[in-house]
Nanobody
């Protein structure tokens, strides 16, 4: 059983940066692609980024590619999301999620295809 725990969210001013972490336990992370999603009240959960099991392939939402960077350190069982130049519209609860090996489900069906989820970490971008 894979368990995922997010951290690093909080309050940040527009233009600032945050680095979110997703730490895995229970099962080795190296067999999973890890994705980040975000959700605000009244809106559908939105795909942010995905990284495959070895980190060789990354995917970003078109609107976020220039500002967000996903990375992983399998030795630390951790995936990171570096968020720069944050905007108020980035305010959301951010979730990490896992699927086996690659980002196939992320690309095909988004959040509906994830096998494991963390509980989320809130991010608020406000002056």
């Amino acid at each position: 059983q894979l368990r995922l725990v997010e951290s690093g969210g909080g309050l940040v001013q527009p233009g600032g940066s945050l680095r979110l972490s997703c730490v895995a336990s229970g099962v080795s992370l190296d067999g999973y692609a890890i994705s980040w999603f975000r959700q605000t009240p009244g809106k559908e959960r939105e795909g942010v980024s995905c990284i495959n099991m070895r980190g060789g392939t990354t995917i970003y939402a078109d609107s976020l590619k220039d500002r967000f960077t996903i990375s992983r350190d399998n030795a630390k069982s951790t995936v990171y999301l570096q968020m720069d130049s944050l905007k108020p519209e980035d305010t959301a609860t951010y979730y990490c999620a896992a699927e086996t090996r690659y980002c196939s489900a992320y690309k095909a069906v988004g959040y509906r295809g994830m096998e494991y989820w963390g509980k989320g970490t809130p991010v608020t971008v406000s002056a």
